[in-house]
């Protein structure tokens, strides 16, 4: 089994910044793609930001030049370094881990941003 524990979410001001930590734990024992979906209210989860096992990544269009997804595989913990945020970007952000066709996921973390 693993765990996964999402962390740095909270409220900012239009165009601040936050970093989204999502700690794993329990049975790992590799290297496993990891990332992040986010839901907004009365909206479906759409894939953010994805790291395969060999560090390619993948973002959202509309993130791209201003979210960076990196991990720290000692630590078995991946960031999302959020720039420029806008309105838009107020969502639930979800962690996820893929290991041999099991997806696990975190519990969320709010990110909210308004004036």
């Known amino acids: 089994q693993v765990q996964l524990v999402e962390s740095g979410g909270g409220w900012v001001q239009p165009a601040g910044s936050l970093r989204l930590s999502c700690a794993a734990s329990?049975?790992?024992?590799?290297?496993?793609?990891m990332g992040w979906f986010r839901q907004a209210t009365g909206k479906q989860r759409t894939l953010v930001a994805h790291i395969s096992s060999g560090g390619t990544t993948h973002y959202l269009d509309s993130v791209k030049g201003r979210f960076t997804i990196s991990r720290d595989s000692g630590k078995n913990t991946a960031y999302l370094q959020m720039l420029s945020l806008k309105p838009e970007d107020t969502a639930v952000y979800y962690c996820y881990l893929t290991q041999d066709g099991t997806t696990y996921w975190g519990k969320g973390t709010l990110v909210t941003v308004s004036s």
């Open positions: 329990g049975s790992i024992f590799s290297v496993y793609p």
